[in-house]
């Protein structure tokens, strides 16, 4: 079974800083990855994904995240964060054998202060 | 475009009150998925259909049923609601392929008085 644990519950950064959010996933097979954020009262619209190929992968809004299977991680990045920004960041694992859902992590809420 | 539609967005019932929340999707895609998710947490997975074939998670509530006349459509039923129940219901699809990238509706926030 995949578990995901993403590290930081909370993130404040200020405005134009960079931040990164953690995510650590376990697995026995491979995997794909997939960031996930969620505005308030919306529901999660997808960031970026990882499935196969360059390590970095770059999403919308300025984010970008790098897959390293050596360290099981895909982490978040964004050189420089906008007020809007803020909102909660999921991390999610799936087979990439077989149809099973998306296993999430418990999430990281990113404020971004002026 | 393409989508997922979830209504109402917002649905207030009483304590003991059964209610429904309904999903579409104009995406065609065989797997729908319902989770809750309560306040500042991860989406808790409820169940899930692949087509027709209903797959529910072990510690999904009996209070919770789900119903999926079509592709397009899926039904989430709370018999008695609870204050507990009290929550964010996001309706999620995905192709049935690989990459289960999962899409999802704009969620509907459930008040139980």
């Known amino acids: 079974a995949q578990s995901v644990t993403q590290l930081d519950s909370q993130v404040p950064v200020f405005e134009e800083a960079p931040v990164e959010l953690r995510c650590n996933y376990s697995s026995s097979v491979s995997v794909y990855l997939f960031w996930y954020v969620q505005y308030p009262n919306q529901g999660l619209q997808l960031l970026l994904k990882y499935l196969s190929g360059s390590t970095l992968v770059k999403g919308i809004n300025g984010f970008e995240a790098e897959f390293n299977k050596s360290q099981t991680s895909f982490h978040l990045r964004k050189p420089s964060v906008h007020i809007s920004d803020t909102a909660e960041y999921f991390c999610a694992v799936g087979r990439n054998s077989g149809n099973t859902p998306l296993v999430f992590g418990k999430g990281t809420r990113l404020s971004v202060i002026a | 475009d393409a989508m997922v539609i979830q209504n109402p967005r917002y649905q207030v019932t009483q304590f003991g009150k059964p209610v429904t929340l309904s999903c579409s999707q104009t995406?065609?895609?065989?797997?729908m998925y319902w989770y809750q998710q309560k306040s500042s947490q991860a989406p808790k997975l409820l169940f899930h259909?692949?087509?027709?074939?209903?797959?529910n998670e072990a510690d999904t509530p009996d209070n919770f049923q789900s119903r999926r006349p079509n592709t397009s459509f899926c039904f989430l039923d709370i018999r008695s609601p609870g204050l507990g129940d009290a929550a964010m219901y996001l309706c999620?699809?995905?192709?049935?392929?690989?990459?289960?990238?999962?899409?999802f509706g704009p969620g509907t926030r459930l008040t139980v008085l």
């Open positions: 999620a699809t995905s192709t049935g392929g690989r990459p289960n990238e999962q899409f």
């Open positions: 995406l065609n895609h065989n797997v």
């Open positions: 259909y692949y087509d027709k074939d209903f797959n």
